[in-house]
C-alpha cells in the first residue's frame, strides 16, 4: 500500500506508463467519454471529488509539458479558469481551443479521469513531458 500521495491504483498505474506526449484528461462529470479511452471515474456524488483538488493533486505527480482547455471556458466559467491558471502555474503552457475539438482530442487520451465536477467546461487535458 502506498504511504504517501495517490492512493488510486488505476491513477498510480496510468502515470507509471505515461511516455512523453501522451495525454490524460481530467473532466467534469458531463464530458463524453469516446468508446475505448480508459475511464477512471471518481465521481462519488456531484461536486465530490472536485476538478481543482484531482488537478492539483496530478499535477504534482505528473510532469506536464502544457495542457489543453476549451476556450469557453473564459464566458462560462471563469472562476475554475483562474483556478487552473494557479494551480498550474506559469511554467506550464495553457493551450485553447474550441470545445468540440477539445472533445476530438479526448479520443487519443491515455485515460480520462472523470471527477463529481458539475460546472460548465471544467475540464482539462495534461500533455505528459520528460523528467530529463
Do not use: W
Not at 18 to 28: E, P, R, S
Not at 89 to 107: C, Y
Amino acid at each position: 500500500m502506498n504511504k504517501y500521495g495517490i492512493l488510486n491504483s488505476a491513477i498510480c498505474k496510468m502515470l507509471a506508463d505515461l511516455g512523453h506526449t501522451d495525454t490524460v484528461v481530467i473532466a467534469d462529470c458531463g464530458l463524453p467519454i469516446p468508446e475505448g479511452v480508459k475511464k477512471i471515474d471518481l465521481a462519488l456524488k456531484i461536486g465530490t471529488p472536485g476538478f481543482i483538488e484531482v488537478v492539483e493533486l496530478l499535477a504534482q505527480y505528473m510532469q506536464v509539458e502544457k495542457a489543453t482547455i476549451a476556450r469557453e471556458i473564459h464566458a462560462k466559467n471563469s472562476v475554475t479558469y483562474q483556478k487552473l491558471q494557479t494551480t498550474l502555474g506559469t511554467a506550464i503552457p495553457l493551450e485553447e481551443l474550441s470545445h468540440e475539438e477539445f472533445k476530438q482530442l479526448t479520443h487519443t487520451a491515455r485515460a480520462i479521469i472523470r471527477t463529481g465536477e458539475a460546472t460548465p467546461y471544467a475540464n482539462v487535458i495534461l500533455h505528459a513531458g520528460v523528467i530529463f
